[in-house]
């Protein structure tokens, strides 16, 4: 069976709104749109509704984050509503930007993918260890931790809304990019984990995309894994030439 493939640009807390959209229009004039293949940008909110708005041509707008709950007294923060309502159609969830900056724990990962089915928002979940955790031979503990608490109570019809993102924590933005074989087996184990906590069915299913330090002079090497569905780029998502030479592999 074919899975969908996801080509994804996290640009963090980059951009000015001229700059954001400039890159944007870019992106959607110079992406080859492949048959089965989704573009995603997750642009910082200010500008979600102008990007969102812009997207066209396979590509469509995510935000980097938003809390779980629906409206109230949260000052700062953006509920799963207002992400929607913003033109988005995904979220991503639990980046180790947030787990390990903001102290986002495994409960918060789970009630935030709760929140965005409700505000039918298709989550794009971060997991992936610590580079002590690799070095002590925890990396499987780690992942089946994580999708384990994730995926708490969500139902297994859903699960063909969601995406992966296996993102090495020593490999995101210190342009140590994983080998295509270390990402192909830390993939393999979330297939396995999948398997264990739903079925087969469902572990085949869900797109499992590789981000850390992804680049245009290793996209090729990645690309070829048999389960490597994509890829989630940070830093070099922030250049039209980069990224599009990405994507259009
Ligand atoms: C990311 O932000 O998810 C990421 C993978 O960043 P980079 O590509 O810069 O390592």
Known sequence: MKRREIFAGNWKMYKDYQSAVDLTEAVVKGVKAKNGREYIIFPPSPYLRDVSAICSNGVYAGAQNMFFEKEGAFTGEISPYMVKDCGCRYILIGHSERRHVFGETDKDVNKKILAAFEASLEPVLCIGELLDEREKGDTEKVLERQINSAFEGIDRALMGKVIIAYEPVWAIGTGKVATPEMAEDAHLVIREKIKAFFDREISELVPVIYGGSVKPDNIEGLYKMDNIDGVLVGG??????????????
């Open 236 to 249: 070099a998502s922030l250049e039209k030439e980069s990224f599009l030479s990405i994507i259009n592999i």
